[in-house]
């Protein structure tokens, strides 16, 4: 395919996600991920995924595209803003990440990438590919980063020097040559606040993150009947992942209000008091996070992270 073919798609790709909500989106050549593949390896081998097991399966699909989709050749690396202004109005409240102040993100950025590739197929022609919203082997920080809408900070968030790092990140796997973008300069510089910020030292070297000591690892991935006692009195009153690594961040200064109505927080859950939030029933937890990230930690979980925190 001539260069300027491969310009044309690409910027009718790009246009197209805009338009379907997505603040930026990048082209890298699908192939496999040699560098990345030895640093999960030793990462792995450091038990840094602690227990979640899925990070350990499907490796060989994790750093190859082409074993997820056959004669892969592009991977569209896209951003989406979940960020906002609103805030839990009890200061005293058990505090839960903004990201799941809405509805389900797999949901809904599912939807719009399944229409992205739609208008693919309809627009450029016979493309094969298949659509990806962190629920599958798909190593997509590097995606982000070797596609310039994002460096991959010290935090190992993506950051983008507009915008900042509240966003979800997706992506699309296809058998169409696109001109790819290049990656984007490392602007983090000697900051080291968000190192020094985090309350379990998760991040154990910059650019490296012990995921089996971060609060978000304790509170949503961690299934244990109890947490451990070492961690009391270090999670600043998160109940559900935790955010402070990007709170501190200066390049999210930058952040702007989201225009998603999908994920905007219900007023019920931001009026929650602290007492509520201790008292929950499992009637009122399934009425007011239906379709909610909180799903993921279920009654029981949310009711283990909440009495953690006042013990």
């Known amino acids: 395919m001539l260069n300027v073919e491969r310009d044309k798609n690409k910027l009718l790709i790009k246009q197209e996600a805009q338009r379907l909500g997505f603040s930026y989106a990048g082209i890298s050549k699908a192939q496999f991920l040699d560098k990345e593949a030895k640093q999960l390896d030793a990462w792995l081998n450091k038990n840094m995924h ?3 097991d899925y990070m350990a399966n499907h490796f060989d699909k994790r750093t190859n595209p082409a074993l997820l989709v056959p004669g892969a050749k592009s991977v569209v690396s896209l951003l989406f803003n979940y960020y906002t202004e609103k805030k839990q109005q ?11 102040f809405g509805k389900d993100y797999h949901i809904v950025l599912k939807k ?7 208008f693919i197929q309809t627009e450029i022609g016979e493309v094969s590919g298949r659509v990806f919203v962190d629920s599958a082997p798909v190593l997509e920080k590097a995606w982000a980063t070797k596609s310039g809408v994002g460096w991959m900070g010290k935090n190992a968030n993506i950051i983008n020097p507009k915008s900042g790092s509240f966003f979800f990140l997706a992506e699309l796997i296809l058998d169409l040559e696109l001109e790819p973008d290049g990656p984007m300069k490392d602007y983090c510089g000697t900051c080291t606040a968000c190192i020094d910020a985090c309350p379990t030292d998760a991040i154990v070297n910059p650019y490296v993150v012990d ?22 009195g270090r999670f600043e009153n998160y109940a559900f992942g935790c955010d402070i690594c990007q709170q501190v961040c200066p390049w999210n200064s930058f952040s702007t ?15 929650m ?18 379709n909610s990230p909180l799903k993921r930690t279920k009654h029981k979980g949310l009711q283990r992270n909440i009495s953690f925190l006042k013990s």
């Open 211 to 232: 995921g089996s000591k971060c609060i978000s690892y304790f509170t949503i991935e961690l299934k244990d009947e109890a947490l451990p006692n070492e961690m009391k």
């Open 273 to 290: 008091t602290k007492r509520e939030w201790e008292e929950i029933t499992n009637d009122v937890f399934n009425n007011i996070f239906i």
């Open 90 to 100: 009890d200061a005293s409240a058990p505090k839960i990440s903004m990201y799941a």
């Open 257 to 271: 209000q989201h225009s998603e109505p999908e994920f905007n927080p219900s007023e019920q859950m931001l009026n």
């Open 50 to 52: 602690g227990k979640m």
């Open 112 to 118: 719009k990438l399944k229409q992205l590739l739609s």
